[in-house]
């Protein structure tokens, strides 16, 4: 479990994506990112891993990681607070938006 405790969430769903066979430009739309920012993300987990290649990190993640029940877990915990977060979001957007509108009327 080394190898999970050293990446952030967001890595640790790349490194699955790419250990699925996704390539950066399918990770990129797949998660609304570009493809310049999965490059990036691709070299940190590497560095980090010491990973010497796509085989070797794939291979060191078969070794490592847990039971795919709880990465999705994990994922499905960090959606649904960004989902909150979105949605708390858009309520004050509009709550501002309501208040700009009165305050012109005035």
Known sequence: MILLKQL???EKQ????????????EIAQKLKLTKHTIETYRKRIMRKTKAKNVANLV???TNNTPPINTLKN???????ELDKLKR???????????LEVRLTKK
Request: aromatic letters at 8%.
């Open 8 to 10: 952030t969430i967001r």
């Open 14 to 25: 790349i490194t699955l994506l790419i250990a699925n066979g996704y390539t950066s430009l």
């Open 59 to 61: 291979t060191m993640m």
């Open 74 to 80: 994990m994922f499905e915990k960090e959606r649904k």
């Open 88 to 98: 708390e979001n858009n309520r004050l957007l509009k709550l501002n938006w309501r």
